[in-house]
């Protein structure tokens, strides 16, 4: 039985736009108004904004 375990870094250098939640982590249009909104990216990265 082998001792070591290797662990491979994934790292996907493009940032692509996956979907849009809003507060209540309902999938929503990324022009909805007047609402917090949050990004989501296949980087794992999340961009929050208030659309007005």
């Not at 662990?7 to 909805?32: A, C, F, M, R």
């Amino acid at each position: 039985i082998p001792t070591t375990t290797d662990i491979i870094d994934h790292i996907n250098p493009v940032k692509e736009y996956l979907y849009t939640l809003n507060i209540l982590g309902e999938k929503v249009s990324k022009d909805v108004k007047h609402q917090m909104i949050f990004n989501i990216f296949s980087d794992g990265s999340v961009v929050k904004l208030i659309n007005r």
